[in-house]
C-alpha cells in the first residue's frame, strides 16, 4: 500500500430510514494536500515544500478562475507587449504570470524564479530563499483566444543546502519535482523525485483530490503520437521517413498545448514529440534548437514521464534530463513518452 490509499476516506452517511429518506453518499477523496503530508511525513522532509506547493495550487485556482470568466470578461485578447522570446503577449499571460509570482514571493521560500513571460530571473528572497522555480504560467497560446486547454506548468530543485550555492542553472534530473495544471479543464498532474507521477482532478470545493498513480501504458494498440503534423515536411529526412513508416500504427492525436497533449501521452502511452525545424523552404524559419523551452517546458514534462516509466531526449539522442542549460529560456527538440518508441528514435537520430 502507498502512502496515497491509505488515507484515501469514504463516508457514507444514511438520513433516519424511518422517514423513508433517501440514502446520501458522500465520497471523500483524499486531497493533494493530505497526499503531500503523508508523503513528506514518509521521507522525513520539512514542510517547506508544502508552503511551495500550496503558493503553487494557490496560483493555479486563480488562474483557472481568470481563464474560466475571460471570455465573458474579455481578456482573452493580446497586450501591445512582445516577449523574450519575440511572441505576443496574451493579457493572460501577464495575468497567470503576475498571481504566480505574488504567490511565490509570499512563500518566502523562493530564492528566484524564471518565467517564460520575464527575460530576466525574478529574484524573490535570495538570502533566505530555498528553491527555484521555473515556470511557465500560461502555455499553449493559441488556444487561449478560444478558452481551449493550457497548461501551467513548473519545475522546482533546491539550493544546495551542503555548501554554498552557486545559483548555477539545473539540469531536470536536479529537479526535485514538476508538474502540470491543465487549465480550465481541472486536472493536475506532478511528478515527485524518485516517488512517482500523479494525478489529481478538481473537486465540487476546488480541492484537487484523488491521487492516480501514472504509468505509461506498455500495451501498444493504447499509444498515440502528437506532433504538428504540418511540421513534417520540415524535420530531418530520417524522422520523416520514421514517420512515414509508424504513423499508420497509432492513433494521432494534437491540441497544440504541450501540458493538454502530454496529458494524453501520459494516460495512454506513445509519444509526444517536436522535432528540430531542419528543412522548411524559408531557411529564417529553421529552429534547429527545436521550439520548445528546456527549463520549463521539456524538462518538466521529461521529469513526469520518467517517474512514469518513460523518457525523453532531444535531437541528439541526449536524455532532456541530463541537459544543463545555458540560458534560462534555452530551447530543445522533444521526443517524449514511453521507453521503446524514444529508444526507436535514438536509433534513428543516430543515423542522421
Ligand atoms: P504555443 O506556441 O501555442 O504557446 O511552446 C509553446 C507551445 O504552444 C506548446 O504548448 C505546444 O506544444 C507548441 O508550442 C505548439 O506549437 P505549434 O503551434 O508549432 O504546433
Redesign the pocket.
Request: glycine share 16%; aromatic share 6%; no cysteine.
Given at each position: 500500500m502507498t502512502y496515497a490509499e491509505e488515507t484515501f476516506i469514504v463516508i457514507r452517511v444514511s438520513e433516519a430510514q424511518n422517514m423513508g429518506a433517501t440514502e446520501f453518499v458522500m465520497d471523500f477523496e483524499q486531497t493533494f494536500m493530505s497526499f503531500l503530508l503523508r508523503h513528506q511525513e514518509r521521507y522525513n522532509r520539512t514542510y517547506n515544500f508544502i508552503v511551495l506547493m500550496d503558493a503553487l495550487m494557490s496560483a493555479a485556482k486563480h488562474i483557472q478562475y481568470y481563464y474560466l470568466t475571460g471570455a465573458l470578461k474579455g481578456h482573452l485578447g493580446f497586450t501591445d507587449n512582445v516577449n523574450v522570446q519575440g511572441e505576443d503577449v496574451m493579457q493572460m499571460d501577464e495575468i497567470a504570470h503576475e498571481i504566480t509570482i505574488h504567490y511565490l514571493r509570499t512563500t518566502e521560500r523562493v530564492i528566484h524564479a524564471v518565467s517564460e513571460e520575464a527575460a530576466e530571473i525574478i529574484p524573490l528572497n535570495e538570502e533566505g530563499g530555498r528553491y527555484f522555480v521555473y515556470f511557465d504560467p500560461l502555455?499553449?497560446?493559441?488556444?487561449v483566444s478560444h478558452g481551449l486547454p493550457v497548461?501551467f506548468l513548473f519545475g522546482a530543485a533546491k539550493r544546495n543546502l551542503d555548501g554554498p550555492e552557486d545559483f548555477h542553472l539545473r539540469a531536470g534530473k536536479d529537479y526535485i519535482a514538476a508538474g502540470m495544471f491543465v487549465i480550465p479543464t481541472g486536472t493536475f498532474t506532478i511528478a515527485l523525485k524518485d516517488a512517482g507521477a500523479w494525478r489529481f482532478h478538481i473537486d465540487e470545493t476546488m480541492n484537487y483530490v484523488k491521487p492516480i498513480r501514472m504509468m505509461l501504458s506498455e500495451k501498444k494498440s493504447d499509444w498515440e503520437l502528437s506532433f504538428?503534423s504540418a511540421?513534417r515536411y520540415t524535420f530531418a529526412h530520417n524522422i520523416r521517413e520514421w514517420i512515414d513508416k509508424n504513423e499508420q500504427r497509432y492513433t494521432f492525436r494534437y491540441l497544440?498545448?504541450?501540458?493538454g497533449?502530454f496529458h494524453r501521452t501520459l494516460t495512454k502511452g506513445g509519444m509526444f514529440m517536436?522535432p528540430a525545424i531542419v528543412n522548411h523552404p524559408n531557411p529564417n524559419k529553421n529552429r534547429p534548437d527545436g521550439?520548445?523551452?528546456l527549463m520549463y517546458?521539456a524538462s518538466v514534462v521529461a521529469f513526469m514521464a520518467e517517474e512514469a516509466g518513460g523518457h525523453a531526449i532531444d535531437e541528439h539522442g541526449t536524455s532532456i534530463l541530463d541537459i544543463v542549460p545555458k540560458g534560462h529560456h534555452q530551447r530543445t527538440a522533444l521526443y517524449v513518452g514511453s521507453k521503446p518508441l524514444t529508444d526507436e528514435i535514438m536509433e534513428v537520430l543516430a543515423k542522421k
Open positions: 502555455d499553449g497560446s493559441s488556444n497548461g504538428n511540421n497544440g498545448a504541450l501540458a497533449d517536436y521550439k520548445l523551452r517546458e
